[in-house]
């Protein structure tokens, strides 16, 4: 069974940093691609970003283009997410995903295995 765990979040201020990690419990290069969401209180779970894992390209949602980075190490199972610049509106709990389709979309239904999620709140 797939399973993936983030971690790395915390309380950081504004214009800070942080790095997420996922981890994966199978070998993630036989896999398409991970993709990063992110969901605050109240409002519906958002793309944050992805990466291929054959090629490393990777996609991000426009209000975090410029400021988070998305890498993965293959040998570890491990997709990173680097976030600098961070704003109070970044707060959010963050999550990784599997996608299921070839070519990965920004749509959170076409991505499974979903982690637990790791809290990460930016402070003005």
């Known amino acids: 069974q797939v399973q993936l765990v983030e971690s790395g979040g915390g309380l950081v201020q504004d214009g800070g940093s942080l790095r997420l990690s996922c981890a994966a419990s199978?070998?993630?290069?036989?896999?398409?691609?991970i993709g990063w969401f992110r969901q605050a209180p109240g409002r519906e779970r958002e793309f944050v970003g992805s990466?291929?894992?054959?090629?490393?390209?990777?996609n991000y949602a426009d209000s975090v283009k410029g400021r988070f980075t998305i890498s993965r190490d293959n040998a570890k199972n491990t997709v990173y997410l680097q976030m600098n610049s961070l704003k109070p509106e970044d707060t959010a709990t963050y999550y990784c995903?599997?996608?299921?389709?070839?070519?990965?979309?920004?749509?959170?239904?076409?991505?499974?295995?979903w982690g637990q999620g790791t809290q990460v709140t930016v402070s003005s």
């Open positions: 199978g070998h993630i290069i036989s896999w398409s691609a």
């Open positions: 995903a599997r996608s299921y389709t070839m070519i990965p979309t920004t749509t959170s239904y076409t991505y499974d295995s």
């Open positions: 990466v291929t894992l054959s090629s490393g390209g990777t």
